[in-house]
């Protein structure tokens, strides 16, 4: 296994890689885009920090590449949707960098309080300017926070702790959350108006992009302090420079930029009330160790067929309840592939239910693997659960996952129903039986049986007339095919049976078609589980 640790991690960590028994790893920091490109030739990993931008391109030139780890929160650098496409798991650490930002954050909303940038320019310059250098006070001051994710929470502590009171703004806190965290939940425009200090904690999107700009600042109390830690965008720059220059913005502080590298003629750097940081915010001894260990890790165990943490583009399982998930993940995997196989039209709904025991664990794992299985057979490419939900939305067969309260007859229970544009729907159920948690198939198209899960099926509607078990037992003798078990589901009233044959080969083409030639053959297929 080869990776590139293509900025720069903590020593532990990369450290931690190399003790891997086959393990090689490439550290090439600073490198430029072209040399980048020539490096990921051959790598099933990259773990970068903010700085390495992992796009289409690079992902394109990384034949082998199957994990991107961020050290670090944000992935705006990493192409997910290309990544994703090619089922490449791109995973971070949300947690490791948290104080070391909250704490940067909160030294700029000092500084953009007393003086001390300025004041330390003036020592200096050896001059002693008591009189200009007049700061203001937190304590009774109002500030507004705009992202209440984990910076935000830590932001807030310390502002309360300062005697501030605290204005959150984020679409997904709850009314709990907040009451917790001792802040008011408010609009965007509320906060706007009433808070004296102002930061950002939010991913830059389509929505956060400029949410600061010229106005919302217009909006603002004259002498508002304005804040960013979190992307470059969310304050729009120019807007933040007029508001700077014109004396409606009093202070602010920024580590990040709309560019990085911030251009060293930038208007920004010439603003006395501005206090900038060069994206320091994780840039603690500690976050670096937490982060730098915590993705090394991480990419091993991904790499490793371990369990997959932190993944942005798959869900990630507690280790517990992979333990208790893994033998339905297989049975899950089989079912989706069985019913994508006896399923003849064209499929316009995948339709998933689980039943009992099932209800109670995370289905979003076990409804991958459904959807990975399913594709199995039908597409070319690589598919695993990154790729799988985009894979079958791109063949425009819509999910539907059910948890259902119904008595089913079973512990637990898996029902796969593929449903056609002809209005024909295909189905399949499962469970695990006895202690060894065996996978079976207990049901097809509603018809009670009891089939395992693996090797070559041959799976008969046919007329309930004597003869045909005959037949088809001699058939396959003269082929050579040997019967491991066989299940029949009778429906007297419709006059046909179910029936499925555990083969040890699949039957010859010749085989084949002398079954579907028998005239109380209805269908047949040759399903490979
Ligand atoms: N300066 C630096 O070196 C560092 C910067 N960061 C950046 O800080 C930001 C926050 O990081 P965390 O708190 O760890 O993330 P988080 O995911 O814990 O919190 C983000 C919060 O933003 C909220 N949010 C999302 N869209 C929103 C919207 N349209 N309006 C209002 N709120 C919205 C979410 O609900 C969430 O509560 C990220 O952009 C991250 O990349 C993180 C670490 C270091
Ligand atoms: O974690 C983040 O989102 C950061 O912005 C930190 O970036 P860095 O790892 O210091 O380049």
């Known amino acids: 296994m080869k990776i590139l640790v293509a900025d720069k991690i903590s020593p532990t960590g990369v450290e931690f890689l190399r003790e891997q028994p086959d393990c090689e790893v490439i550290e090439a920091y600073g490198s430029s885009p072209e040399k980048i490109l020539e490096l990921v030739s051959d790598v099933d990993g990259i773990a970068v920090r903010s700085e390495t931008k992992v796009t289409a391109e690079v992902i394109a030139a990384a034949p082998k590449l199957k994990v991107v780890g961020r050290a670090g929160v944000g992935v ?19 947690a490791g960098n948290t104080i070391a930002t909250a704490e940067l954050t909160f030294t700029h909303i000092l500084a953009g309080t007393r003086p001390i940038a300025q004041a330390d320019r003036s020592m200096k310059e050896g001059r002693w300017d008591r009189k200009i250098l007049t700061g203001s006070e937190l304590m009774g001051k109002t500030l507004g926070v705009c992202g209440m994710g984990r910076i935000g929470a830590e932001v807030s502590k310390r502002a309360l702790a300062f005697g501030m009171t605290v204005l959150a703004f984020d679409p997904f806190l709850t009314q709990s959350r907040a009451q917790a965290l001792g802040v008011e939940m408010v609009s965007f425009e509320n906060l706007c108006e009433r808070a004296d200090y102002i930061t950002v904690h939010m991913p830059l999107t389509e929505e956060t992009k400029h949410m600061i700009d010229a106005d919302a600042i217009a909006r603002m109390k004259d002498g508002v302090r304005l804040f960013n830690c979190a992307r470059g965008g969310i304050i729009e720059q120019q807007a933040l420079i007029e508001g700077l220059k014109s004396g409606k913005v009093a202070a602010a502080g920024l580590d990040v930029y709309e560019g990085e590298p911030l251009d060293k003629d930038s208007e920004l750097r010439k603003i006395d009330s501005l206090v900038l940081t060069p994206h320091l915010g994780a840039s603690t001894k500690e976050a670096q160790e937490n982060v730098g260990i915590e993705i090394a890790e991480n990419m091993f165990k991904a790499l490793t067929g371990g369990t997959v943490l932190n993944a942005i583009n798959m869900p990630t399982v507690d280790p517990r309840d992979l333990k208790m998930l893994a033998p339905y993940l297989d049975l899950g995997e089989k079912l989706g592939t069985f019913v994508q196989q006896l399923s003849s039209g064209t499929v316009e709904k995948l339709k998933i239910t689980y039943y009992g025991k099932i209800v109670d664990l995370d289905a979003l794992p076990l409804s991958r693997a459904i959807q990975r299985g399913y594709l199995q057979k039908i597409s070319g490419e690589a598919i695993n659960d990154v790729n799988a939900p985009k894979k079958i939305a791109s063949l425009g067969v819509e999910v539907d996952v059910i948890k259902s309260n119904k008595d089913c007859g079973y512990t637990e229970l ?13 189905s399949a159920c499962g469970t695990l039986f006895g202690l060894g948690q065996e996978p079976r198939i207990v049901a097809i ?40 078990n066989l299940s029949l589901s009778r429906d007297q009233g419709m006059g046909y049976a179910i029936s499925v044959y555990e083969l040890d080969t699949a039957p010859s083409e010749a085989t084949q078609k002398a079954i579907t030639d028998h005239g109380g053959i209805e269908k047949f297929k040759i399903i490979q589980l």
């Open 414 to 426: 898996i029902e796969v129903e593929a449903i056609e544009d002809n209005g024909k729907t295909r």
């Open 445 to 484: 198209d509603g018809h009670g049986l009891e089939i395992n899960t693996s090797g070559t099926l041959l799976v008969l509607k046919n007329k309930d007339v004597p003869g045909i078990v005959g037949f088809i037992g001699t058939s396959l003798d003269k082929d050579g095919v040997n019967i491991a």
């Open 76 to 94: 705006d650098n990493i192409d997910i949707e290309a990544a994703t496409d090619r089922g490449i798991i791109v995973m971070n650490t949300p």
